[in-house]
């Protein structure tokens, strides 16, 4: 993966957004992003064997301005990319910044040539839901006491890849 720029994030007053792929070095921002996003965040340790051990695993960093706003990231098994993670830091949300994050994933994902993306995402997680309805994702199951931190269902997701257009906005080389 290559770095790479894209548009402003809302006006030419605003910084610039662009993508890469995810190093070691990241994970300390990763981890802030983790702690604001999630109630029961991934360790360090999770995220450096995701690096370092698991080669299916796809990480992407979102900068603005030329610091860390959020990342994705995924498994490639086959024909499929499963969605890990993707979260935004709170400063930057409410810009369509996961929007963007998750079409650059996903176009990721369809350029390795995989078919669909599948996620799980908790029931009560509205807003997720519908940025994923947004972006083409079906509701296809339930996962019964997914999440051990509150025994909460988790709703699959999978959206078909192959005949996705490249994302509006991502145009330019791919990450």
Do not use: C
Not at 34 to 47: R, V, Y
Not at 85 to 91: E, G
């Amino acid at each position: 993966m290559q770095h790479r720029e894209t548009e402003p994030a809302q006006s030419s007053g605003n910084p610039s957004v662009s993508f890469r792929a995810m190093r070691l070095e990241d994970i300390p921002d990763v981890m802030i992003i983790e702690h604001e996003s999630f109630s029961l965040p991934w360790t360090e340790q999770a995220f450096r064997s995701e690096m370092t051990l698991n080669h299916f695993a796809r990480y992407l960093i979102m900068e603005v301005g030329g610091k860390p706003a959020g990342y994705a990231g995924m498994w490639t098994v086959i024909d499929e990319a499963h969605i890990t993670n993707i979260a935004v830091r709170t400063a930057y949300r409410g810009r369509k910044l996961g929007e963007r994050l998750l079409n650059e994933l996903l176009d990721t994902a369809k350029a390795l040539g995989l078919e669909r993306a599948t996620l799980e995402v908790r029931v009560s997680n509205g807003v997720a839901r519908n940025l994923y309805t947004k972006m083409g994702f079906r509701e296809v199951g339930i996962r019964k006491g997914y999440y051990s931190d509150n025994n909460e269902d988790a709703v699959i997701m999978v959206v078909d890849l192959k005949d996705r257009p490249k994302a509006a906005g991502n145009t330019e080389g791919s990450v």
